[in-house]
Each structure stands twice: as C-alpha cells, then as structure tokens.
C-alpha cells in the first residue's frame, strides 16, 4: 500500500467534514489508529463504505479487491475516494438547504399572518378587531386546523341519526356508473366521476342522511354501453338503525340519470350547455315526485325537500344554480377545474388565440356558469387553499381580502351593506381505504417479480394479477424501479414531457422503467383529437429516445386493476409522478401513498397540500424537464429517502379518509345560513317557527293567476292558458311555484332584449320567436343578440320563429306545430 499514501489524505478531510455523521452508524470499536497501524483499505470497507449504505459501491468495492494489477486498483481506489467525498458533502449541502427551506417558510407564514391580519383591520372597526389575531393563529398540524375552523360549529356525530336528510349531488358530463368505472376513456370520464360515486356512498353510510341522489345524464347511444341508459342505478343500501334495521325503502345513494340532449349520442361537456334548461325541468320534475314518496316514508305526509343541492364543475354548478332557486334549498358548488385558470394557461401557452380556445372549449359561457354558481352558491368547497386564493380568486364574484373581512362583520353581526361572498372551504376529498393493506418493509421482491418470466430455480410461477403480465410484457427487465404515471392522455397532463425528460437522462434510464397507464384506447384513430395527438406524440418520442424495453404502455386496464398497479410499483421500490401542468388536487397521490409509494408532482395546485399533509415526496415545475428527471433520480437512487417517504405517507394517510371528509362537509353544510330567512328546508328534526313561511304555502294554484287566452281565425282556435311571465320573473315561478307541467308550457319571447339571458328559450317548454318586434332591448349590457349555440340548441324542435307582422292564424298554427313537437 506505499503507493496509496494519498489517500490519507482524503480520510483526513472526510473524517473532518463528516464525522459525526460516521460516528452515528459505526459500532463503538477500539480506534484503528490506536492500534498502532491504520489501514485504509480496511477503514474504507468497515467504517467509510458501510456507513454510506450505498450499494453501487459497495460492488465498486468487490471489483477492486478482484483487481490484481496494482495501478488499475490504485485507480479505483481514487474514484472510490472522490465519490464517497462528494457524497458527504452533497449530504451536508441537502441538509442545509433543507434548514434554510424550513426558516424560510417560517418566515413566510409569519409575514403572511401579519399581511392578513393588517388587511382585517384596514376594514374592521376598532370593536370588530377583537379576537383577529386569534382567528388566524397558525396550527401545527393538519388535525389541529380541523379542529380550529369548526371551534364554533357542532361537529356532525352519531346522534344526527333522527334528522334522515336528503341530499342531491349533480355531476352532468361523462360516463358515470357505480362499477367498471372507465377511468380515462376521454377526457370527461376521470377523477371527478370517480369523486362524485364515492362520495354519494360515503354520505349514504353517515348517521343522518336518508338518501342521496346523484344526477348525471342518461346516454342511449350504440357508442356506449346500456348500462348508461338505465334511468336509475342503486350505489349503495341505506344505513341500518341501531338496532341493525333497515331505516327504508328509499334510502341509500342512487344515480339519478335524467335526459337531456340528443337521446342517441354521447356528447362531450362542451357541447351540453345548450340542454342544461331540459336538465333542470327533468330534475325538478324527479325532486318533486321524491319528495312526495319521502314525505310518506318519512316525513309524516309532508314533502321531504333536499337538505342541499350540490353542484360539480361548471355545467352543473348552473344548473344547481337553478335548482336552488326553485326549491328554495342552500346550494353547494365544487368547481373542480376552473375555467379563468385554464383560460390564463391555454394563453401563456400560445398555441391558440382566445376565439380558438373560446370556440373549441365554450370557455366563455362556462365562466359566466362560475360566475353564476359563485354567486348562487352559499359554500364553496374546494380541495386546496391554492385553489382559494389563485383560482377562485380570479373571479368577479370572490375577493380573498373582502370574504375575509365580511365573514368576521357577519359573525359579529355588523351589516355587510349587501355585500356578499359564498363560504370558501377546504375539504380534501376521501379516499376508500378498505382493500388498502400497510405492509413493512421486507426484503427485496425480485423473486416474486422473476417468476413471471421463469425463476432460475426451476420453479413454477406465482400466481399474479393479470395486469401485471400486461405491463411487464414491454420492460426488458421489470426489477428495476418503476416509475408510473396513470392519468388520461390530456395534453394538460404534461405526460409528452415526463416522456422527453425519462429519455434525455441516462442514469435514469439505466436505473428505472418508465409506465404510463394512459387509460383505455382500442384504436388512437378513434380517439378525440386531443387525446390522440398526446398518444401519436409519446410513441414518436418512445421511438426518438429509442425507449423499447424500458417503457410500458398497455392498451386496456379495469379499475379494479389500479390497486394492483400501485402495489406493483411499490413492490419493484419505484415512483409514483403526476407531472400536470395544474392539478386540481390530485387524487392518484393519495391512492399512491396509500399504497406505499413515494410521489414526484407539479407544485401548481393541490399535490402542495398534499406534500405538506403526507411529506412523502417532491415537488417539482412541471415546465422544467430536467427537474422532473432530477426528482425521479433522486428517489430511485437515494434507498434511504425512499423508505422515509413510503413511511410518511403510511403514517398520515388517514387524513384524507372518506368518514372524516363527510363528517366536515355535513357540520359545514348544517351551518349554511340563507341568504333569504323566509326559505327552510323543511327536513323533519329541523324546527320551523311560526315567522317561517313553509315551502308548501308558496305554492300558489295556476288556476288563480292564469288568463284564458283564445286566438281568432278564421277555422282556428287555440284555448289554452296564459301565464304573464316577464323575463325577470325568473325561473322558480315558472318550474315550481305554479305546479306548471313543464312539457306542456309555451313561452313566446321576442328575438332581442333580455329573454335570451334569463335564458328562457331553452328547456323541455316550447319556445315561439316572434322577429322584429323589440328593436333595442338591454342585450348590450348583457351579451350579444345572437341566439348563441351555448345557450340554445342547434335546429331544436321544441323552438320556432315567426316574423312580427304574422296574423293571428299563423300564430296559432305555430303554436299547433309546437305542441306535436317533442324530443
């Protein structure tokens, strides 16, 4: 060893930069230098090479001590020396940048407690600043926020069991079933329809809740299968009482599909707002005869109302919107993606000028529908403060500042001057852990994973999922880590980007496999077209970056498969990445953590919460390609941050449980206060005082309030009922309060004007056009004069014009043709 006194020298300068770190592993043993002869071959193997725990050396180490010739060992001593050098100082740089991270964001929360705190009282006067500082106190854990924002709330417990509500939840677009879920067939078919069928069975299992209906559209259409044709689907039985009993007939979750729109196609979200009037006629028409048979199961022969009407996304925040104002319920609206944000990102990406976004997404009319939820709405749950403040945010109907400010004058009982804000709250959505099981940490798997392509022991092969065969068929060799990315082919799902950046970094590619379960596709030419361009794109880059054997795209996979998947990856120690551009919350990671997988994720949106709650993984820019490789590599590569995350995400898991998420939504939705006083719901439990006008009596009898109205020809009569409806009367008179048969109603509005905002030519009525009667109305405050294919049906029968000068024959023989119309 004369020829390596060198390399004292690097032990020298690696004991003094990382000795306590050594000094922590190695056993108490008797100093080697104190014997007199110090050996730094055996000071690497026993003391530098064991305390770093990294395998590649140790096999570094294995071929050194194989090396015979003198110079080539003395070679791989040196690159021995330098590697375990830059890996005590990389040690060293990642734990001070991780003090300097934390005393960061400790200072941001401060700075930030201090802006919100100086902002309440800019408004507040001096006897409304009392207990201010007191509000926004910062909690320590996830756990104790929950318990601090419902301190002046009654948790809803066991003993709501009396109350039997009955809630409607509303989810329009895509294909919504209660099994065989398919997750990923396009763009309208994911995380939300997943979402909304899990929380309806949730909310049906609460103490409290009677029935949950959960509307959506029905679909029969030879391009998709029957079952989404059957008007009614049972979820989930209704909860037993104490004594194990069936509380009744009616009770449980039940999707509700209504129809609406052509009968015979499946059409896409962007294409439904033309129908959302036909929707809410047949959903009001479904509420009032399910009240009746509650009334009688339940309700004493009173009609049993909905406790709440809850809207998701855009399409059906309107239409809940207008529900609401009908039955004269509180409203709830989850927006789930937003449209101002997707708007302000489709522009920064540049591909596409605001009339081409407008024109292929409708982006437009869905805001104004936001614009229209937010203020109808009296809660806003949302799964992120992110989604609070920078996407909510952005809308005419919510300031962050002034919600703060008129919720704290509210509760002091101090007048807001009108104004008014719907409660934002933040309840991450749940998440079914029953087939989740939370195993330790074990040896290696390899031997499981190799007897999929024949153990070397001659022995026959384990029985395992059959997915697991589908996705192993493309790797060269499924024991490397697996890096799984399950999302729909969206372009906004960044995945082409994930592709580039796993197939311009080596190392990565040498250490993992890369697979993208991009949902089901039987042929990519039958695909919509922005689904298939990210599909065409991923193959091109696969056969750019030469990736055959190192990636796995199956064609086809169930939903019962994706537990198996996770747990695949977790068995093979890989990733879990979900590299969006902006992600609403992002349910897969909960799914991932839950199934001992460490996550990589874009820091626009909901995965910061979740990082913050579960500390089971990185973040990353999902623009910049070489931070996504940089993270995946760090994760592969590092054993010991992998075991820390997977244990992380075990141990906090249990935040984003489906009982706790209901549990918060039924005490924040009890506490709704209307905005009316003379509305209640009329729930049996709830107390009605005398001042309290009953739902009921509001319904006056049409035969009270109508004209007859009779239409002289020459051979042609029409009598029928007239009702003097104006355009502001709005939608609540016409559905419910006069107990009108929708079907058979006919509304006569002029071309111009404002008939057209109130949106009162489309729907399950008929509609006749007179022209050229209203020169000017108030269409330029409002919108344009157009009958927009947003707002009224293409070719509709139900809607017929006439010119303004027609004769009183040719109206009746107008209305004649109308009332032989239907869908």
């Known amino acids: 060893m004369a020829g390596n006194e060198w390399i004292n020298g690097y032990l020298e300068a690696i004991l003094d930069s990382g000795a306590a770190a050594i000094e922590e592993q190695k056993p108490a043993t008797v100093s080697l230098r104190e014997t007199g002869h110090f050996n730094p071959t055996k000071y690497f193997v026993e003391e530098v090479v064991t305390g770093v725990d990294e395998t590649d050396l140790h096999r570094t180490w294995i071929k050194v001590v194989a090396t015979r010739n003198t110079r080539e060992r003395s070679s791989r001593l040196e690159n021995m020396c330098w590697r375990i050098w830059h890996l005590t100082r990389k040690k060293k740089q990642l734990e001070w940048e991780e003090l300097q991270r934390l005393a960061k964001r400790r200072w941001e929360r401060?700075?930030?407690?201090?802006?919100?705190?100086?902002?309440?009282?800019?408004?507040?006067?001096?006897?409304?600043?009392?207990?201010?500082?007191?509000?926004?106190v910062q909690a320590e854990t996830p756990r104790k926020t929950f318990q601090r924002n419902l301190s002046n709330l009654e948790v809803w417990s066991d003993d709501k069991q009396e109350k039997k509500l009955y809630i409607v939840l509303i989810s329009l677009h895509g294909l919504v079933r209660g099994e065989n879920m398919e997750l990923g067939r396009d763009s309208d078919t994911g995380g939300q329809v997943k979402y909304v069928v899990e929380l309806s069975r949730a909310l049906a299992k609460m103490p409290g809740v009677y029935r949950v209906d959960l509307f959506t559209r029905q679909i029969s259409s030879p391009e998709v299968d029957w079952s989404y044709g059957e008007p009614t689907d049972m979820l989930t039985a209704g909860a037993e009482d104490a004594d194990g009993n069936d509380v009744g007939e009616s009770s449980g979750a039940y999707i509700i599909r209504i129809p609406f729109g052509p009968r015979d196609k499946y059409l896409r979200k962007e294409l439904l707002w033309p129908y959302i009037q036909e929707f809410v006629d047949g959903a009001l028409a479904h509420v009032l005869n399910m009240s009746k048979v509650l009334g009688e199961q339940i309700g004493?022969?009173?009609?049993?109302?909905?406790?709440?009407?809850h809207g998701h996304y855009a399409d059906a925040g309107d239409s809940a919107a207008l529900l609401s104002g009908a039955l004269n319920v509180p409203m709830v609206l989850t927006g789930h993606s937003l449209g101002r944000n997707k708007l302000e990102q489709l522009l920064k990406q540049g591909r596409q000028s605001k009339e081409d976004i407008n024109s292929t997404y409708k982006i437009m009319r869905r805001i104004e529908a936001e614009e229209l939820s937010l203020d109808a709405a009296e809660l806003v749950i949302t799964s992120t403060k992110q989604e609070i403040e920078e996407q909510w945010g952005?809308?005419?109907?919510?300031?962050?500042?002034?919600?703060?400010?008129?919720?704290?004058?509210a509760r002091r009982g101090v007048n807001c001057h009108g104004r008014y804000m719907p409660r934002m709250v933040v309840i991450p959505p749940g998440m079914d852990f029953s087939n989740v099981v939370v195993q330790e940490d074990g040896p290696e798997v390899d031997?499981?994973?190799?007897?999929?392509?024949?153990?070397?022991?001659?022995?026959?092969?384990?029985?395992?999922?059959?997915?697991?065969?589908?996705?192993?068929?493309?790797?060269t060799n499924p024991h490397k880590p697996m890096i799984l990315a399950l999302s729909r082919p969206d372009p906004k799902k960044n995945i082409t980007t994930l592709v580039k950046a796993f197939g311009e970094c080596r190392p990565l590619r040498e250490l993992a496999n890369?697979?993208?379960?991009m949902g089901n596709r039987d042929d990519i030419d039958e695909m919509s077209g922005g689904n298939a361009s990210v599909l065409i794109t991923v193959l091109k880059l696969i056969d750019k970056y030469d990736l055959y054997g190192l990636v796995a795209y199956p064609k086809h996979h169930k939903q019962s498969d994706v537990p198996d998947i996770y747990r695949l990856a977790a068995n093979t120690k890989g990733v879990f990445i979900n590299p969006a551009l902006v992600e609403p919350f992002g349910l897969t990671l909960i799914e991932a953590a839950a199934h001992g997988l460490p996550m990589v994720a874009t820091r626009n949106g909901g995965p910061v919460d979740i990082q913050r709650a579960l500390n089971n993984g990185l973040l990353v820019d999902p623009h910049d390609q070489q931070a996504i490789a940089d993270a995946l590599l760090k994760l592969v590569s590092e054993k010991n941050l992998w075991h820390d995350c997977r244990k992380n995400g075990w141990k906090n898991i249990h935040l984003y449980s489906w009982?706790?998420?209901c549990r918060t939504y039924l005490t924040r939705v009890a506490a709704c206060r209307m905005r009316h006083p003379q509305w209640q719901t009329d729930t049996p439990g709830d107390e009605i005082t005398a001042e309290e006008l009953s739902f009921n009596d509001s319904l006056k009898d049409v035969q009270d309030m109508s004209l007859r109205l009779s239409v002289d020809g020459d051979k042609s009569s029409l009598n029928g009922s007239l009702d003097p409806?104006?355009?502001?009367?709005g939608d609540p008179e016409l559905f419910v309060r006069w107990r009108l048969n929708?079907?058979?109603?006919?509304?006569?509005?002029?071309?111009?004007?404002?008939t057209d905002y109130e949106e009162l030519i489309s729907g399950a009525h008929k509609t006749l056009i007179i022209k050229e009667i209203v020169a000017n109305g108030s269409e330029g405050l409002l919108r344009t004069t157009d009958l927009r294919d947003d707002i009224v049906p293409v070719d509709s029968p139900l809607v017929t014009c006439i010119k303004g000068g027609a004769t009183a024959d040719e109206i009746a023989n107008a209305l004649k043709a109308l009332s032989k119309a239907s869908l």
């Open 110 to 136: 401060e700075q930030g407690r201090r802006d919100a705190t100086e902002d309440l009282s800019e408004d507040l006067s001096e006897g409304e600043k009392g207990d201010a500082l007191g509000e926004l």
């Open 300 to 309: 004493g022969g009173h009609p049993v109302w909905p406790y709440v009407i």
């Open 394 to 409: 952005l809308y005419d109907g919510f300031d962050v500042k002034l919600e703060k400010v008129l919720r704290a004058r």
């Open 447 to 475: 031997g499981e994973l190799a007897t999929l392509i024949g153990g070397s022991d001659g022995s026959s092969p384990k029985a395992i999922p059959a997915i697991w065969s589908e996705v192993m068929r493309f790797l």
């Open 514 to 517: 890369l697979t993208l379960i």
């Open 659 to 661: 009982p706790e998420h």
């Open 725 to 729: 409806v104006t355009a502001s009367s």
């Open 742 to 754: 929708v079907a058979n109603m006919f509304v006569i509005a002029g071309e111009s004007g404002d």
